[in-house]
């Protein structure tokens, strides 16, 4: 556990909880205990959790979601000073969230927030069980693989928010295969407010014209537009748009725990990029041509899967293993892609391990199955360790590796089983 957080217990704790439950489900008979193992679970994870050191930095919580929740009611004009939006990232109206929070000592709203994360982990556990409908040793692997996920522990240790949009986005997808596709759509809306690598994947229900979940999408951003220009200033809206999101526009970002194809190049092709640097760089002539053909050959997959059978309808598993190769896509691409973010990984990994879909693979795809997930496993202290002892910056990319073979793996499954359904045909 060298390279994981001081908070991997915590985490291993919330999961094992999770498995513990599913061992004794059958016994479990009655609503009453279920119910209470669920609140003995939870009393269980704070009370632990509780003991926290409040000294820790939680630098994404403290110096973003903290900052923002003291500031948004009395000098909401901090919120985004400096061009390139240091601390606080997300849209106006999402700081009144940590508002509550703001008001309190910093290390005690921290440890207040890493509890929120913590005892998150205990439905994102359950729910990827459930929305893969996993059994046997597939539901002991997924749990396990959430348990030592480096980008989770990431995430915990930075006090993000990656692994609650993780838990949304699952009831989203769960919501859209039993058909309730409006709720999904306002959570696949509200994800993408949040994390913009999202956008893209929630608009791929647009492309095949699956208007139930557009509209939950539409009515949330109209929402929050709405209220957000009701309750803060226009100007404030204008400083977050251009300071946080197109101030980075074409000008990437090389820091270790950038993820995206831009931060790879920018790391072997920018000579003064820093992987310790997180403000965005001028791009060089041969960055720009190098990052320009590199997203047009990851979007080549996607732009295959949307032409084919433009028209014709799909299945609930059609829609679902589309949407995930345009998600990896998504975060292979977007000018920013934390490694947090690869998280998401897991949850068509638990999807392919459904008995149905993971009896149709092959040794060959299983295999580039786990090379990527090995990859996207790997604890982002691991990362730099390996780049002080070899000096090599491509050690730093080992989660874009990871996830670029994950698209390889989705797009090779989605040919497989599209020469299957042609030749059924």
Request: glycine letters at 8%.
């Amino acid at each position: 556990m060298k390279y994981y957080s001081e908070f991997i217990p915590y985490t291993f704790l919330s999961v094992f909880l999770v498995g513990l439950y599913y061992l004794l489900e059958n016994k479990l008979t009655k609503a009453w205990m279920r119910w209470a193992w669920w609140v003995g679970s939870l009393v269980v994870v704070i009370a632990i959790g509780w003991q926290v050191g409040v000294d820790h930095i939680w630098a994404d919580f403290g110096n973003g979601y903290y900052f923002a929740g003291r500031n948004i009611l009395a000098r909401p004009d901090q919120l985004y000073q400096g061009e390139n939006c240091g601390g606080y990232v997300n849209f106006p109206l999402l700081a009144y969230v940590f508002a509550p929070l703001g008001r309190m000592a910093k290390g005690e709203a921290g440890r207040i927030f890493f509890l929120i994360n913590t005892v998150s982990i205990m439905p994102l556990a359950y729910w990827l069980v459930k929305f893969g409908n996993l059994k046997s040793w597939r539901r002991w692997l997924a749990l396990f693989l959430l348990a030592i996920n480096g980008p989770l522990d990431y995430s915990i240790w930075l006090g993000n928010s990656t692994n609650l949009i993780m838990l949304s986005m699952i009831l989203a997808l769960w919501w859209f295969e039993r058909g309730k596709d409006f709720g999904a759509g306002i959570l696949l809306g509200i994800n993408g407010l949040i994390k913009i690598p999202m956008i893209l994947p929630a608009g791929y229900y647009f492309a095949r014209r699956q208007w139930k979940v557009v509209a939950g999408g539409v009515l949330a951003v109209g929402v929050v537009i709405v209220l957000s220009l009701a309750f803060t200033s226009l100007s404030l809206n204008r400083m977050w748009l251009n300071n946080c999101i197109l101030s980075f526009s074409g000008r990437p970002v090389g820091a270790f725990n950038n993820q995206s194809v831009a931060a790879v190049l920018a790391r072997e092709l920018i000579p003064e990029s820093g992987i310790r640097y997180w403000l965005p760089l001028e791009p060089t002539p041969l960055f720009s041509a190098a990052s320009r053909m590199a997203v047009f050959l990851l979007f080549v997959p996607v732009i295959v899967i949307l032409l084919d059978r433009w028209k014709s309808p799909r299945t609930k598993s059609e829609h679902l293993l589309e949407f995930f190769m345009v998600l990896v896509c998504s975060l292979l691409t977007s000018p920013i892609s934390w490694t947090h973010y690869f998280m998401f990984l897991l949850i068509p990994t638990a999807y392919y391990f459904e008995d149905r879909l993971f009896a149709k693979g092959t040794k060959g795809l299983n295999l580039l199955l786990l090379i990527s997930l090995i990859l996207i496993t790997i604890p982002a202290d691991l990362t730099l360790a390996l780049f002080d002892a070899t000096g090599r910056r491509g050690v730093l990319s080992v989660h874009f590796w990871g996830g670029a073979l994950f698209y390889i793996f989705l797009f090779a499954l989605w040919l497989r089983r599209r020469k299957s359904a042609l030749e059924k045909s």
